[in-house]
């Protein structure tokens, strides 16, 4: 397979060269040239496989041709220790919970999945200079990144967190882990630690220096991966119709696999799938889009924004106008200008062969938004919890709510319920009013003594700093 940059002006590469580079020559972000469909089989088959050999179908359609097929299974099940099952909160609402991993954040399946697939190519090639992971965060992704690597031979890792802006569980989670992870602690926003990091990606200098990777989204083995639980949520999601049909789904999905119309059962169980997905730097609703192209059964999407609207406005203008994010209660979601919309428009732009109208009908026919304040973010936690008893956390509300505003009659719909509450167990203590249990795994961290590197937003600074530790 051969990836290509978004903007369209850089070299093809392979996925080792993508995977390691992480950004494009030309600052674009890589593409597969080619998004293969998978094959009617697998989806009639799909609700009786387990999780791992769902993701090892779709990473073989991803990464078959250019990494071994056995390696690729080991690196999948390695990946994929944990589940993330699907909940039903409501009628016709369901929660999928991805916090069942390490961090008890859904980035811990991308993290994983590109900490090993660098891991195979470093062994494969013998390479003896090491691997420098650079990654922002706005909550979650570094602590993913930073436990996916720990301890990985030939890596190092650095975390670009914002001063104050993340929340006090999730800093112990990266900051507190030491070998081969170095926290640095930026005064700005989000914003500014992925701009440090894609000018470190540009610069000739620090570039001839070390070895520089990114494991943002950016990255291809970071958010492709992703896809693994939308297909795994489908999975579900008909294995519970089937059953609530005491069989009798079950001999239809037989049935039509001997008919050679497999496919068409989707319809018959599943005829109004909606996914919501909360969306910060879009990762995370990419992937599930390229699970979409592959044939993934849903009907539409919702991008369920904070107040950090971009993308939400973006679908009413068709006009794409970054800004300055703000910092809200749904912290990891505090993006004002989205990496992966490049990769969004390219995909359905048809690389950049279709009008901006064109590409912008596309978009619309096929991905509507919503955006919450901090106030509707705290309500639709009270409203859910007092209803359901289920516990939001601000990230999941978003996407929730917007299912209740958003689903038609006869549609039902999946939500990304993206961490645990209790990664912003202060929060989520004061607007519910209870004591929200911190699991064992997640109190370790908090045990662990914080080492930070202070850094200003000023690229020179943290050249300085990347040179000073290299040299």
Same mark, same amino acid.
């Given at each position: 397979?051969?990836?290509?940059?978004?903007?369209?002006?850089?070299?093809?590469?392979?996925?080792?060269?993508?995977?390691?580079?992480?950004?494009?020559?030309?600052?674009?972000?890589?593409?597969?040239?080619?998004?293969?469909?998978?094959?009617?089989?697998?989806?009639?088959?799909?609700?009786?496989?387990?999780?791992?050999?769902?993701?090892?179908?779709?990473?073989?359609?991803?990464?078959?041709?250019?990494?071994?097929?056995?390696?690729?299974?080991?690196?999948?099940?390695?990946?994929?220790?944990?589940?993330?099952?699907?909940v039903?909160?409501?009628?016709?609402?369901?929660?999928?919970?991805?916090?069942h991993?390490?961090?008890?954040?859904?980035?811990?399946?991308?993290?994983?999945?590109?900490?090993?697939?660098?891991?195979?190519?470093?062994?494969?090639?013998?390479?003896?200079?090491?691997?420098?992971?650079l990654?922002?965060?706005?909550?979650?992704?570094?602590?993913?990144?930073?436990?996916?690597?720990?301890?990985?031979?030939?890596?190092?890792?650095?975390?670009?967190?914002?001063?104050?802006?993340?929340?006090?569980?999730?800093?112990?989670?990266?900051?507190?882990?030491?070998?081969?992870?170095?926290?640095?602690e930026?005064?700005?926003?989000?914003?500014?630690?992925?701009?440090?990091?894609?000018?470190?990606?540009?610069?000739?200098?620090?570039?001839?220096?070390?070895?520089?990777?990114?494991?943002?989204?950016?990255?291809?083995?970071?958010?492709?991966?992703?896809?693994?639980?939308?297909?795994?949520?489908?999975?579900?999601?008909?294995?519970?119709?089937?059953?609530?049909?005491?069989?009798?789904?079950?001999?239809?999905?037989?049935?039509?696999?001997?008919?050679?119309?497999?496919?068409?059962?989707?319809?018959?169980?599943?005829?109004?799938?909606?996914?919501?997905?909360?969306?910060?730097?879009?990762?995370?609703?990419?992937?599930?889009?390229?699970?979409?192209?592959?044939?993934?059964?849903?009907?539409?999407?919702?991008?369920?924004?904070?107040?950090?609207?971009?993308?939400?406005?973006?679908?009413?203008?068709?006009?794409?106008?970054p800004?300055?994010?703000?910092?809200t209660?749904?912290?990891?979601?505090?993006?004002?200008?989205?990496?992966?919309?490049?990769?969004?428009?390219?995909?359905?732009s048809?690389?950049n062969?279709?009008?901006?109208?064109?590409?912008?009908?596309?978009?619309?026919?096929?991905?509507?938004?919503?955006?919450?304040?901090?106030?509707?973010?705290?309500?639709?936690?009270?409203?859910?919890?007092?209803?359901?008893?289920?516990i939001?956390?601000?990230?999941g509300?978003?996407?929730?709510?917007?299912? $209740? @505003?958003?689903?038609?009659?006869?549609? %039902?719909? *999946?939500?990304?319920?993206? #961490?645990?509450?209790? +990664?912003? !167990?202060?929060? $989520? @203590?004061?607007?519910?009013?209870?004591? %929200?249990? *911190?699991?064992?795994?997640? #109190?370790?961290?908090? +045990?662990? !003594?914080?080492?930070?590197?202070?850094?200003?937003?000023?690229?020179?600074?943290?050249?300085?700093?990347?040179?000073?530790?290299?040299?």
């Amino acid at each position: 397979m051969q990836y290509y940059s978004t903007n369209g002006k850089a070299p093809m590469a392979d996925l080792h060269k993508a995977v390691v580079k992480g950004l494009a020559e030309d600052r674009g972000l890589y593409m597969p040239e080619v998004i293969h469909r998978l094959p009617k089989a697998f989806f009639a088959d799909m609700p009786e496989m387990r999780f791992q050999d769902i993701a090892f179908n779709v990473a073989s359609a991803f990464f078959g041709d250019d990494v071994d097929l056995d390696a690729l299974q080991d690196i999948v099940y390695d990946t994929l220790s944990f589940d993330c099952p699907i909940v039903k909160v409501k009628e016709n609402i369901y929660s999928l919970e991805l916090f069942h991993g390490p961090t008890l954040a859904f980035k811990d399946v991308g993290a994983r999945f590109m900490a090993r697939l660098l891991q195979y190519f470093i062994r494969m090639e013998g390479q003896k200079e090491e691997v420098n992971v650079l990654v922002a965060t706005s909550g979650d992704t570094g602590s993913a990144v930073a436990n996916g690597f720990l301890g990985v031979e030939g890596i190092h890792v650095y975390v670009l967190y914002p001063k104050g802006k993340v929340s006090p569980i999730q800093e112990c989670q990266f900051t507190t882990l030491g070998k081969n992870i170095t926290a640095i602690e930026v005064d700005g926003v989000f914003d500014d630690c992925q701009a440090l990091v894609k000018s470190a990606f540009m610069d000739e200098e620090l570039n001839k220096h070390m070895k520089l990777t990114s494991a943002n989204s950016i990255n291809v083995a970071r958010f492709l991966p992703q896809a693994f639980y939308y297909f795994n949520a489908v999975a579900r999601l008909m294995l519970m119709q089937m059953s609530n049909e005491k069989g009798e789904m079950r001999n239809e999905n037989e049935k039509m696999k001997n008919d050679g119309a497999a496919i068409s059962h989707f319809s018959f169980l599943i005829p109004h799938l909606i996914m919501c997905v909360p969306s910060g730097n879009f990762g995370n609703i990419c992937s599930a889009l390229f699970g979409h192209s592959m044939g993934l059964p849903v009907k539409r999407f919702i991008a369920a924004n904070n107040a950090n609207d971009i993308f939400y406005k973006y679908l009413q203008t068709g006009k794409y106008e970054p800004k300055a994010s703000v910092q809200t209660l749904a912290n990891a979601m505090d993006v004002g200008d989205p990496s992966n919309f490049a990769r969004i428009i390219n995909l359905y732009s048809e690389n950049n062969q279709l009008t901006e109208v064109a590409t912008h009908q596309r978009i619309t026919n096929l991905i509507s938004g919503a955006t919450y304040s901090d106030e509707q973010i705290k309500d639709t936690m009270r409203q859910c919890y007092a209803e359901t008893g289920y516990i939001l956390d601000p990230h999941g509300a978003c996407g929730y709510q917007a299912l $209740v @505003d958003g689903l038609q009659p006869g549609e %039902v719909g *999946i939500f990304c319920e993206t #961490a645990h509450p209790a +990664k912003f !167990k202060e929060k $989520v @203590d004061e607007i519910l009013g209870i004591d %929200v249990e *911190i699991p064992e795994r997640l #109190a370790a961290f908090m +045990k662990g !003594k914080k080492q930070s590197v202070p850094m200003t937003k000023d690229f020179k600074d943290f050249k300085a700093y990347l040179l000073s530790v290299e040299g």
